[in-house]
Nanobody
Framework: QVQLVESGGGLVQAGGSLRLSCVSS????????MGWFRQAPGKEREFVAS????????RYVDAVKGRFTIARDNAKNTLYLQMNSLKPEDTAVYYC?????????????????WGQGTQVTVSS
């Protein structure tokens, strides 16, 4: 069983930045593709970004391209999401997710382990 613990959320003004972290334990981190999802109030959870097992490839939802960067440090079993130029519409609970496989996944069904989420609130 994989345990994922997110941190780094908070309240920030529009145009600001935050970096989310997700520490993984319980399975070999470097074997798994990883992802970030988010869920805004009253909306379904949506894909944000994904990264392959070795960090060689990444994928983003169009709404965050050029503003968010997903990265990983396999030596530290940690996944990151650097979020710049934040907008009020980025307000959501952000979830870290781990896949059983090594390659990019972009749907919920591609991931089998989830963190508890961290709140990101962007004020206008």
């Amino acid at each position: 069983q994989v345990q994922l613990v997110e941190s780094g959320g908070g309240l920030v003004q529009a145009g600001g930045s935050l970096r989310l972290s997700c520490v993984s334990s319980g399975r070999t981190f470097s074997d798994s593709a990883m992802g970030w999802f988010r869920q805004a109030p009253g909306k379904e959870r949506e894909f944000v970004a994904s990264i392959t097992f070795n960090g060689g490839r990444t994928r983003y939802v169009d709404a965050v391209k050029g503003r968010f960067t997903i990265a990983r440090d396999n030596a530290k079993n940690t996944l990151y999401l650097q979020m710049n130029s934040l907008k009020p519409e980025d307000t959501a609970v952000y979830y870290c997710a781990a896949s059983r496989g090594p390659f990019i996944r972009i749907t919920d069904s591609g991931f089998d382990s989830w963190g508890q989420g961290t709140q990101v609130t962007v004020s206008s």
